[in-house]
Nanobody, 122 residues
Framework: QVQLVESGGGLVQPGGSLRLSCLAGAFTFRPYAMNWNWYRQDQENERELVATLTSSGRTTYADSVKGRFTISEDKTKSTVYLQMSSLKPEDTAVYHC??????????????WGRGTQVTVSS
């Protein structure tokens, strides 16, 4: 089991910025490949994939956040970030960090953080 701990959420005014962090605990095995994802979920909608960072460094974003959010990684700190700017009220949600990890036998494992609340409101 790998622990993921998110931080950085809070209340921000429309147009503001926040940076979410996801600190990863130690892996019990050496990953062959891994993707990092940020999801969000509010009370009305299903969980939405917001951003992905692959092992090769490729990033993808939901259309709703393109040009405003950036996912990145600092391997020296075992931390993945989601930089959010030009925030809108509709960005309000609980944001969850997820990693999908593959071992050398192509077995995939999903790990989740508990989430951090982001509220965009004036």
């Amino acid at each position: 089991q790998v622990q993921l701990v998110e931080s950085g959420g809070g209340l921000v005014q429309p147009g503001g910025s926040l940076r979410l962090s996801c600190l990863a605990g130690a892996f019990t095995f050496r990953p062959y490949a891994m993707n990092w994802n940020w999801y969000r979920q509010d009370q009305e909608n299903e969980r939405e994939l917001v951003a992905t960072l692959t092992s090769s460094g490729r990033t993808t974003y939901a259309d709703s956040v393109k040009g405003r959010f950036t996912i990145s990684e600092d391997k020296t700190k075992s931390t993945v970030y989601l930089q959010m700017s030009s925030l809108k009220p509709e960005d309000t949600a609980v944001y969850h960090c997820n990693t999908r990890v593959w071992d050398s036998h192509s077995n995939a494992y999903d790990y989740w953080g508990r989430g951090t609340q982001v509220t965009v409101s004036s």
